[in-house]
């Protein structure tokens, strides 16, 4: 079982930046879907951007060209670069390590780390 341990969470006000980091206990050039994932209250958890081995890289809507995914597998670490932020991205963001998911298949892992707040004030 893959641990992850999001950090970097905090209070920022509208149109600042925040950097989430999640740290995994295994290499995450060995997951092959690293991601994060956000819920706001009152609301389903959603995706907010994934990056898999091959260089895929998928966001939302609401945060394409303000949020940027990496990894840095020296450091078994992804990271989450949020700028411009606004109080709609308040929200307790969450990490995600997964497996390939084919077709319409279960996935042969699919790990969560325990969420990180961000609050972004007006």
């Known amino acids: 079982q893959v641990q992850l341990v999001e950090s970097g969470g905090g209070l920022v006000q509208a149109g600042g930046s925040l950097r989430l980091s999640c740290a995994a206990s295994?290499?995450?050039?060995?997951?092959?879907?690293m991601g994060w994932y956000r819920q706001a209250p009152g609301k389903q958890r959603e995706l907010v951007a994934t990056d898999s081995t091959g260089g895929s890289r998928v966001y939302a809507d609401s945060v394409k060209g303000r949020f940027t995914i990496s990894r840095d597998n020296a450091k078994n670490t992804v990271y989450l670069q949020m700028n411009s932020l606004k109080p709609e991205d308040t929200a307790v963001y969450y990490c995600n390590a997964r497996s390939p998911r084919y077709n319409s298949g279960s996935y042969t892992y699919n790990y969560w780390g325990q969420g990180t707040q961000v609050t972004v004030s007006s």
């Open positions: 295994e290499s995450t050039s060995g997951i092959y879907t």
